[in-house]
Structure formats: C-alpha cells, structure tokens
C-alpha cells in the first residue's frame, strides 16, 4: 500500500521567515493535497496537485509536485502566526479512491 | 449548516462500551470515509465507502465497524470501546469524480 512520509515532523521557526514542508510517497503520485489543521480542530483544504512539475499558491503559500521524486514540498514565504498548526499531505494511487494521509508535520511560529 | 456533520463532537466512555459516531453530508457525494487521528500519526483509514452497498476496510479497522444507511449517511462502531481507540474521528466525503475530500469537524473520542 502506498505510505506517504513528511518531514520534518515538527518545526520551530521565527515570525517572518520561509520555511518548506515535504511529503514523500513510496508510489508514483497521482494526485497530491495539502491540508492545514489548528491544533485538536477540523481540516482546512488548501490545494491538489494533479500533474508532475504544477505548481500552486494561495496567499503566502506554495506547493510543488515533483512526480518523478514522488514528492511535494509545501514552502511558507514570510511565515506569520497564523501559520502554525499542523500540516497534513494525503494522495490517492491512480484509479483508486482510497486516500491516505502521511503523519503531519507541526508547526510552531514564534514572534 | 456544515456540508459534513458529525455526531456527537465529543464523548468520553467507558471500557467495554458499545459506541457510534455518525456522519451525515449534503454533498451528494457517493465516497464516504471514515479516519483517526492519534498524535505524531496524521490521519489513518479506518473504512471507506464508495456507495450504500461498497464498504471497504482501511488501514486499522480492526475493532470497529461501519453502516451505510443512505448515500447521506456514514456510522463508525466500536462495539466494545478500549483505550486505545481514545482519538480523534473524523469523517470525510467526495465525489466520485475526484477533487478535494470535505471532512466534518471531527469527534474526539475518550475511552476510560
């Protein structure tokens, strides 16, 4: 079955600076989602990739698909508060309707 | 009115107890999913359901069981709750077409 990998699994990082989360699959990526949780709450959806090299961005964030890596790296440009949380990458294998999820990374912004 | 809802948001039970979460959306959606959350593990499959009469088992469904009464609807069991099933629930829906998966706010689950 197809595990996906994040890492870091926990980051520290000042008010203001960048940072980049990766989401590693043991199987070719088909689709890749990016969702941010608030500690103990439900789940934000912030974008899908669909295609090797699609690249999206909504407000300061930004996420990659590299399909021949089989991987996705979601970067934070000028991280602020409202950034942390936790963040979670989940992918389906092709044809199948069976998502899983890898096991978050957390986020912590300090001022 | 949230599209996925679930019920009850928060529970604490007793070891041995029979207990149902459930879950019902206004998607129209026909996948139906059903995940937990322990800290340190993102989310893991405990069921999923492509319509009323597929009901397929995820990564950890031992210890419980699911119902799908309507396309709406999407109930997770725990016919006899341990500790170890204390955890976050959350249910999920999606198109068969494929797209984004809605989640409900989750139901925080505590097993005495």
């Known amino acids: 079955s197809q595990e996906l990998e994040q890492s870091p699994q926990s980051l520290i990082v000042q008010e203001g600076k960048n940072l980049t989360i990766n989401c590693t699959s043991s199987?070719?990526?088909?689709?890749l989602y990016w969702y941010k949780q608030k500690y103990g709450e439900g789940l934000i959806f912030l974008m899908m990739?669909?295609?090797?090299?699609e690249e999206k961005s909504h407000e300061k964030i930004t996420a990659k698909l590299d399909e021949k890596k089989q991987q996705s790296s979601l970067h934070i440009t000028a991280s602020q508060p409202s950034h942390a949380g936790i963040y979670l990458c989940?992918?389906?294998?092709?044809?199948?309707?069976?998502?899983?999820f890898g096991q978050g990374t957390r986020l912590t912004i300090n001022p | 009115d949230a599209d996925v809802t679930q019920t009850p948001r928060n529970r604490i039970t007793k070891t041995g107890k029979r207990i149902m979460l459930e879950c019902s959306q206004t998607?129209?959606?026909?996948?139906m999913y059903w995940y937990r959350q322990d800290p340190g593990l993102g989310l893991r499959l405990i069921y999923y359901?492509?319509?009323?009469?597929?009901?397929n088992k995820g990564e950890i469904s031992d210890g419980y069981s699911v119902s799908r009464q309507a396309q709406a609807k999407f109930s997770l069991s725990l016919e006899s709750a341990i500790p170890n099933q204390t955890a976050l629930y959350f249910c999920?829906?999606?198109?068969?077409?494929?797209?984004?998966?809605?989640f409900g706010e989750g139901s925080r689950l505590t097993v005495l």
């Open positions: 999920a829906t999606r198109s068969f077409r494929g797209g984004e998966l809605f």
């Open positions: 199987k070719t990526l088909y689709g």
């Open positions: 990739l669909q295609k090797g090299g």
């Open positions: 989940g992918a389906g294998s092709q044809g199948a309707q069976k998502l899983v």
């Open positions: 998607k129209g959606h026909d996948r």
């Open positions: 359901s492509f319509d009323v009469k597929d009901i």
